[in-house]
Each structure stands twice: as C-alpha cells, then as structure tokens.
C-alpha cells in the first residue's frame, strides 16, 4: 500500500492550487479527478487582483497572461428604457481607494487555469490521476504517521487502489463526496436558489459596452455580460428562480433559447453569434458547510465549502485563498516547524470568509433587484478615498465600496488569531504596533504594496512580490534612515542570531552547504529576511550598513527611494504606505500567504526580537527567547 | 528554380529580424545559415530600451521575459584606489530625462533571442536551412520579377542549389561574403584595433556591484561587468590593443589567464568561478561599410555595415533597426503602395545611425579612458532634465547625456527625406506642425509614449504599443475636446472618405470580407487609424462622437484621461506630451516602424487630409487629393 502526504481529489482550481503548492514544498501528492481530460473551456474564469498578486507570487502570472485573457477595468449597468435600455452608470472594477498592484479582473476561461497548474506541477513530477474517483475513507490511525486510509476506484474499468496519507483533501466542488461522508451539512443563508445558464461565444453586436462587464436590466429579464479571451463574451442569464411560482429546479434552456432571450434583452441593440464556445446551464443555490473539517486530517474547501451565485465572481478566487491557506499550515506541520494547533485557523479564517462572501452575494443580489444607482453615485463611489469625504457617502456608496474591496479580495480580513496578532494575543510586548499606534498595516490583512530600488541591481522592483511564495515567513525590516538605526541593526541582528531567537531555532540542517546563489532561504526554510532603508540606493553599502545576517539576504535589500502618487509627500514612500516612522522602521512580519501576520516597533536594545520570540512563541514547536531571561 | 521574395543569408538577429517581419507579412522567404545550429549561448546579450518597445511591439517581449534576463538600471565606475579599486559613482543606464517605457537594459544571451525569433517564424511557416553557405549572386535581370539569381550549397555534403530572388539580404556578420562580392569597402573611423576577451559565467564573489553593469579601471588592467540571466556575469577584458607597441591582433587569452587576470583587477574583492558558460576572445576595429546596397535588389545589414567595440551594447539593437527600418520598405514596394525611390532611404537612414554609433563608441573609449568622471559630475547627469539647470552642466555631463540618449535607442533620429516631414519635403502644406510651433514631436524620432484608456473596454494601455508592427502607417488622430472637433472630426473623415485620399487610394480588395473583429486593418493593410480624445472615457460614445471610418477602428478610440507624472498640469497627457493642443488636438503619422513622419493641424474643412495627401503623394504608386482640386 503506497503512503501519501496528502490525497487531493479534484483537480480544479482548488485541488490544483494546493497540489501545486506542496508539489513545489516536497510533498508526496496524490491528485486525483473523475474527469478523464481537464477542463478544456468555459467554468470559471475571473481571476480577482488579489488573486492575481497571489498566481504572481507563485510565478505564474507570465503563464496566464500569455493565454491573452480580457480585463475588465468597469462595470457598466443598464437599465430599461423607452426604447429598451439605456446605460444609467459605470464604475470602476478595482477602484482607486484600494491600492492594488493589478486593478482589473482577469477573464480567462477555466481550461487555460488548470493547463497553467498543470504545467507547473508536472516540474515537480506530479501528475493528476483521471479518471479515478473516491469510493471511501477512514481515519483509523492504524499507521500513526499516515492515519488515513482512502479507497480509489478508475470510474470505467472499476480498478481499485487503497493509499494511506497524512491527509485527505475533498475539493471536488459542490457534490463533494468527501464532506457527504462526513456527514457535514450545508447551510443557506438565503433560501433563493437559482437556475442560470451561462454561454461563451464570439458575437457581433452594436452593443456599445460588449467588451465590458455588464449589468443588464430589461423589460425582457435580466442579463450578465463578461468579456473574455480571444473575442468571446459570457453572457448569464437567470432562467428560474425558486422565487418563481412555478419554480423547477430542473428547468433548462437551448443554446437558441438563449440568444433570443438576449436578442429581446439588448434590444434596441443587436447580436449575432459567429460560434458558441461553451455552453451550460446549472441551478445553485447560496450555500456552506458548516465544518471545514472534523478531525483536522480529512479536509474539504472550495465549492465543496461554499456554493453561490456565478454573478459575484468570486468562486475560484476564494477557492485558490482556500487552498493557499491550508497549504501552508500543512507544510509548517510536517517540516516540524509549527504545533498541530495551527490547523484549526483553517477553518476559522476561511469559513469567515465564506460567509461574508455569501453575505456580500446576499448584498449584491439586493443591489442589483431592488436599487438601481444612478450616474452620480456611482461617480462619486468611483473616485479616490481622499476625494469622497465621508458625509457625501450614502448607504448605496458605503455598500458598494465595500463590495468592491470584497469582491478584489483586499476586502478579506482575518481576525485576530495565534498568526494575526491583536490585544488578545498571548504576545504582551508594549512594541506590537496597531493602526491606532505606529503602524497603517491591519494584521490579517495582505501587505500594503510598496515599489523600491533592490540595492544589489538598482532594479526598480515591487517589494510585496520579491519574497516568492515559498512557504516562508516574510521579515520585512524597516530600518528607517541608516544615519540612526545602525545600532539598533545591530542590536536586532545579535537577538536574532541567539540559539533560541524565532530566527536560529528553526536553521536549516544543511546551513553548510546551502549554496552561495541562494536568495531567498539561505539560513531557514521558514524566514525570508528583506531589509528597507529610508536612503538613497547609493548611499547603501550591504557589507557595511548591514549586520552579517542580514546582508546574507543581499538580494532582499532595498532603497525605499521611489516616489508614489499615494503619499507624494514622503521622503520614503514604502515606509509612509506601511505608516511606519521614516526615521526609525519598524519590523512587519507577513505569513507565508501574504497577509500581515504583526507589526513590531524597531528599537535599540533585544525588545523587537523579545516580542517577535513571543509572537512566534504562542505556534511553533520549540520554547524561544529564554536566553534574554537569563541576561 | 524556386523563387522568393527574399533570400535573406545568416540567422542572427539581423537576419531573424528581417525574416520575422517579412514572414508575419506574407512574403516567402528563404533564409540560410552556415552554422549547423542556432546559437546555443553567449554572443550579443544586450537590449535597449527602444529595442524592448520594438520587441514588445511584435509581441515578442513576454516570451523574451520567460527566460528571465538581468536588467541594467544603473552603471557603476570602480577606478583605482590605494587599495586596489573603489567605486567613483553610478549613473542611471537609461535616467529619467528619456521618456523611456522600459528604462532599463534587458541582458539575455542570443541563444535565447535566436530562439525567440525562430519559435516565431515557425509560425508562419519559415524554418532556417542550416547549414547552407551563399557562393554566389548576381542581379542579372533575366526575370523581372525575381532579379537576383543566389547560388547556395550545403556547408557539408556541398549539395548546390540555385534560386532566383527579389531581393537578396546579406546578414553575414562582419567577414559578409554579400559585402565582399559587391567590393565594398569598410572605413575605418578610428584607427585602433582591440582585441577582446569575453567570458560568461557563474561566480561568486565579495565585489558589491557583481549585479551592476560595471566598468572597473585598476592598475591592473580594465574590465567591464555585465550582469546576465541566471546568476551568470559577463566580464569583457581588453587583451590587446592596436595602441600596443607589440600589437599582434591574433593575440589570444585562456579562461584561465581571463580568470587570472579579473581576479588581478578587482583585488582586493575576491572573486571565484563556478563554472564558465561560454568564452570567445576576437580582434575587432571601428568600421562602416560604404554602401548598404547597389542596386537596391541585394543589401546587406547588420555586422555587415558597422563594427565596433563590444562596449557600447549596440551591435544587436543597430542589426534589429537595421532590419525593422528595410523590412516595411520592401513590404510596401511590393504590396504596390510605395514607388521603389523609397529603397534608397534605407541605407541613407541607418548608415547615419552606424556613423552616429561609430562616433560614439570613439566618444566613449575616450570618457573612460582619458577622463573619469567624478562622482559629483555623474550625480548631476542622473537627475531629471528639468533639475539640471543648463549652466550646470559640463562637456563630460553633456556628452553623457547625448550618449545615455543614443545608447538607450531614444537618440535615433532619421533626418528629414521622404518619410520624416520638414521644410524641405515636398508637401508644403501650412498645416505641418513642428517643434517651433505647435508640438514637441520630432520628425525622424520614435513616438512619445503615452498611457491612455481604450473607450472600448476601459483598459488602461500604452497608446505607442496598441498599434502592432503590421507594417501599417498609424495615424493618430488627437481629437482635442469632444465638444470643440465634432465638425473637425467630420470634415477630416469626409475628405478621407474620398477616392483619391491616401487612406481610401489603398483600400483593401477585399473589404466586403474583413472579419467584422479585424482590429487594426479592417479597411486598409497601409494604415491603422486610432482617435484619442481629450475627455473621460464615460463621455465617449464611439457610435455617436465619431463619423463611420473612424468608428469602425472601434478597438482604437482612447480616452486622454490618465494622470501623467511628467505632465502633472496637463488634462490631457497624452496630448501635452505631443505637444498637440489640448483643444483642438492634431495628427500624427508614425511610420509603420515607430517613428514620427508628420504631425499635422487638425482644421475645419478638407485641410488636414489635404496635407496628408501630399505628405503621402510624395512617395505612394497612386496620385492622391485629385478631387479637392476639382471642388
């Protein structure tokens, strides 16, 4: 019997995010699907800028880019008419008040996502296993390193095949098998549930926002329009809701059905297809599981955890958070760094998640049936923060940037946790910072995103990407200007390099032989150091300016030396973005997934280590920091 | 006897250049080379910024990306010290006083550029015969139509093969047997001959600028570091000079003696190889080919012209322009839009740009030989334009400025003929705008880059690179206010409209059945039009505010809407970057490879297309603006 890592079934975006993801840490993966070929178009297809930072910091986004998919920058909405409808407003997709690096939503059909996965994991040597099913699954801990026994079957020839693995992941979408068994039920937030029916294909109209994304509202029912790749346009349309007297969940339409029904809808506008793509028709309704999990071994995430709406677009973004969420925590785990406990934050942070998603598809459902905006509102809810003072925000225009930081996904905020670092954390130190003192950076919110010179080649780089995702915290060192921190540089980099610091207890084994071109894990698997002077990329000298360990990480050395629209009149804009003080840093450590994990005054003396030593104290697996009780 | 367009000798980048665009444009190609291989590794490896624009301009700059090159923002000087070697100062390689898209050096070997090009031409169809050698030419006449009979023969088994050609392309490198046969001679602008040694490879090293491109003067001897992809360096070492009273140009330099020998000169760095990549050592001198053609049938290109120290980084980007500039010439003479007299301005353009790089390398051989610059000196050259007041500047400041402009590609600048409009041309219109009055374009000088948003879908583009090289001239057309050109737009199309315009002379044979999503030549193969308006993207209405023609390039209407840091007054970037009026706008032609040919008023009446048509006339097959004449 062959032992697994983990059991991933389903190999759609979130079994291929977190297949994907292990593959690349060293993980023995079994991945397997009942589809006997990959998705070869349609499904999903919007990829959020949150998403897209993340498919970027996993080196992916080139990949994806080059399928040359649509971007959708706006949102136009259309309302009935005399004459059948007219455009009453626009408004930005990602609108400027969210500083996000990539502000648009990328539309490419769910084929080329899993071919980019695919690609990536066949690197790594794994290979998704079609068209095999799961028929069953224990957790017997008979074996105490693999406790699960899972049962596979081929679905045409009904061979069979028994694995044991650490874990099992169900991520085989709304019908999972694997939450079914455990007998996990699905709750509705909203009774609704809907039949739509969703077309790609390459159309000719003179409708004038065909390029767009589109909210269509008519005399002759409603329609959703969303720009795709190679000249196709996805059009939903509602077809039954249970709202409908007659409803039937089971009611379909015709690939013809469809297209007069929006020949009427856009009319006085006309189309006319030169080919359909892809074609289905669905019902769903707003659903979620109630558990994640039972026993922290047999997982389930993506649809098989939350069923929605297709209009929000957020499926497979929340899927692949899902997936990179859980990765992560497995990794930490098996490696040794991090107590099983951490486990548990799986589902409290994604399920928190889900539910806000299916309150926010709730929302824009409303938004959409019952209050149609007009053209000042939606102006007004479309230009910067600085410009719209609070008083002019109506309820309309709070509910709607608050979608739209939702919907990019900068919206998520992970609550207060062992990672998330709040008053209630069992780390005490008075120098964690909070948006009330020191800092703008929310924990359990991902990194405000900062553009630097990198020291070692005067090249202009993005600094919340430069740390890949390698399952690594990221230490962002704040040094402030270099005139005034150097002791503290020095005092900091003495904490760190003490045997029970955060930093050396976890020191990879092979430290000896790492090799020299080695950028981003040169001392541990489980820190990636960056250090940002408030100074000029020439007046830097790493050999000189930076302590040992951390000009090691020369290539992570930074001039925050770039001027930003968002603070124009900062001296050190990243440093101003962070609302970190210019002069004297601060410390920002960030989790592996992007997301700010606590924010850590930078001072003279062991104090910044001594509260890092208890933040990290209260999850990894070794005691830290007992050596400054002994000074 | 087979028959082609072009038979084009030699597959570096000259040649791949020139039989990329020529194959994307339909013609048949035959393209040889005497090597059994492509390159597999070291060679040229430096791309300028301008080379980039092209680059992306063919959509070749994503593939170009996949193999990760290093980037040059900055260039380092390391003189002599007590001990050893110090560093003097650094200055941008592209500063900020060039309005550059891309204001950085990309270095990649040419294995990986060859490879770029030949996975292209692939596409349509064009494999390069390898190895086959050209043992004869002559321009003959026998067939009108295929002049040039070229005789080849396989390198090896000396098979012989004779074909008959248009035109004949000499892309040889510097010993071009095309150049030889036609006894033209090479001059030689400096007398001094080098012979240089250069070696790729992974090091490791204490030397804090091994990332940087540098140049390194000690008592030792000299060296340039240039940063390359995947961890590798290149070090250029002057092994031997004409200046040596010993001089033997076939002098020559192990690895070893090359290792040695940079160890001697970055003392006291320590600096140690893992392994060497590639390694050549060649005498070059400073030449220039008299003549780029005889008979405008065969030409030669590239190495075959110019030659020069390996310093400058230009050989590759001069051979790409080479190519690019003769590429769109060839496309128009025989696609019947230009009369053959244009052929000529290929070798009157780019023998001026070999002559202005010959200059420069000499320029530059001295800066660094005769002179080095002070680190104050190199800080007042890297600020913005606008910083440096005119009297702070010096010869050695002044000279770097020219040569930054020069080497980053941006300097280019074709003098007036023809194609780049000025006082002399034959068009005499009141209407051309120039520097002295009414824009800031050049004439002869790539097109100003801009940001706009695309009416259509509300995506924010680069308006220089939304036109692809498709061998079409862009027309710009800046339509100032929506409310002041309504009129202006309409006069403009009407006169375009007719006949005997230049746009409607060339109309496409079969118009009636262009696919309704062509975008860039849906009406014309010679011209793509684009309209630019100075208003927010949500108050243009394609249908409405633009007459039928310009409608239908639908895919090219942009908003001038875009916040421009280097215009931070203007409301309409993109138009005060062009200096066009922001009310009532202007045209602008941009020669199919990127430069400015004219820029014209935008008036009430047929006036603009007037100007255009004689602009035009002066080197299309067909007599254009007959019927204004009439009216």
């Given at each position: ?30 991945n397997?699907?009942?589809?006997p070929e990959p ?48 455009r ?13 690096r ?6 490419i ?19 998704v ?12 801990g ?8 899972v049962?596979l079957?081929?679905?045409k ?30 709750h ?14 390459v ?64 009319n ?14 669905y ?36 899927a ?7 990765a ?5 785990i ?55 003072k ?8 709070k ?28 780390a ?14 929310r924990?359990?919110r ?63 084994d ?41 000009a ?12 930003d ?17 210019e ?26 280590v ?5 933040y ?16």
């Amino acid at each position: 019997m062959d032992n697994y890592d983990v059991v991933i079934v389903g190999a759609g975006p979130v079994g291929l995010m977190l297949a994907t993801c292990l593959a690349r840490w060293g993980y023995k993966i079994k991945n397997i699907d009942n589809r006997p070929e990959p998705t070869k178009t349609g499904r999903a297809d919007g990829i959020q800028p949150r998403s897209m930072d993340l498919l970027r910091n996993m080196g992916l986004k080139r990949k994806l880019m080059s399928y040359v998919p649509a971007k959708v920058y706006e949102v136009a909405f259309w309302d009935p008419s005399k004459n059948g409808i007219m455009r009453t407003g626009t408004w930005a997709s990602c609108p400027k008040f969210i500083d996000a690096r990539y502000p648009f939503t990328t539309l490419i059909h769910q084929g080329h996502i899993e071919d980019m996965f695919l690609g990536d994991m066949q690197k790594y040597g794994v290979e998704v296993q079609r068209p095999w099913t799961i028929t069953g699954f224990k957790n017997d801990g008979k074996d105490k390193t693999y406790p699960v026994e899972v049962n596979l079957e081929h679905a045409k020839t009904k061979e069979k095949e028994t694995v044991r693995t650490k874990y099992l992941f169900g991520g085989e979408g709304a019908r999972s098998f694997v939450r079914e068994q455990l007998k996990i039920p699905i709750h509705h937030k909203d009774p609704i549930a809907n039949v739509w029916g969703v077309m790609d294909g390459v159309v000719r109209t003179n409708f004038p926002d065909i390029k767009m994304k589109c909210t269509i509202h008519s005399d002759a029912g409603s329609i959703m329009v969303i720009p795709r790749e190679d000249n196709m346009v996805r059009l939903y349309i509602q077809i039954a809701s249970s709202t409908d007297p007659d409803f039937n969940p089971r009611k379909t339409a015709t690939e013809q059905e469809m297209m007069d029904h929006a020949k009427k809808i856009l009319n006085p506008y006309w189309i006319e297809w030169d080919r359909v793509e892809w074609f289905s028709v669905y019902p769903i309704g707003q659903g979620i599981s109630e558990k994640y999990t039972l026993d922290e071994r047999v997982f389930i995430g993506g649809d098989a955890c939350h069923t929605h709406s297709p209009k929000a677009g957020q499926g497979m973004n929340t899927a692949f958070l899902d997936a990179a969420n859980l990765a992560w925590k497995i990794h930490h785990i098996e490696s040794g760094f991090t107590k099983r406990e951490v486990l548990s934050t799986y589902e409290s942070e994604r399920k928190l998640v889900a539910e806000e998603l299916l309150d926010f598809d709730a929302r824009y459902a409303k938004l959409f049936s019952t209050r149609l905006p007009s053209a000042g509102e939606v102006g007004a809810a479309a230009t910067t923060a600085s410009d719209a003072k609070p008083a002019d925000e109506n309820e309309f225009v709070k509910t709607f940037k608050a979608s739209c930081e939702f919907t990019s996904g900068y919206g998520v905020a992970y609550k207060e946790n062992m990672f998330n670092w709040g008053p209630q954390h069992s780390a005490k130190s008075p120098l964690f910072l909070a948006t009330d003192r020191g800092t703008k950076l929310r924990t359990g919110r991902i990194l405000v995103p900062a553009t630097v010179t990198r020291v070692v080649d005067a090249n202009v780089v993005h600094l919340e990407q430069e740390i890949p995702l390698n399952g690594s915290y990221r230490v962002y060192i704040f040094a402030g200007r270099l005139q005034k921190t150097s002791q503290t540089l020095k005092d900091f980099t003495k904490a760190l390099d003490k045997k029970s610091s955060f930093y050396s207890a976890f020191l990879r084994d092979d430290i000896d032989s790492v090799s020299y071109h080695e950028r981003h894990n040169p001392d541990s698997h489980f820190f990636t150091l960056a250090t940002i002077f408030n100074a000029k990329r020439t007046e830097i000298e790493i050999m000189e300016h930076l302590p040992k360990t951390l000009a090691r990480y020369r290539d992570h050395v930074y001039a925050d030396d770039v001027w930003d629209v968002r603070v124009p009149d900062a001296k050190a804009a990243a440093h101003a973005k962070m609302g970190l003080d210019e002069e004297n840093g601060g410390v920002v450590i960030v989790r592996p997934d992007g997301y700010v994990g606590c924010v850590v005054k930078l001072v003279e003396g062991s104090g910044t280590v001594d509260a890092l030593n208890e933040y990290f104290g209260s999850f990894v697996t070794k005691k830290l920091g007992g050596e400054q009780a002994v000074l």
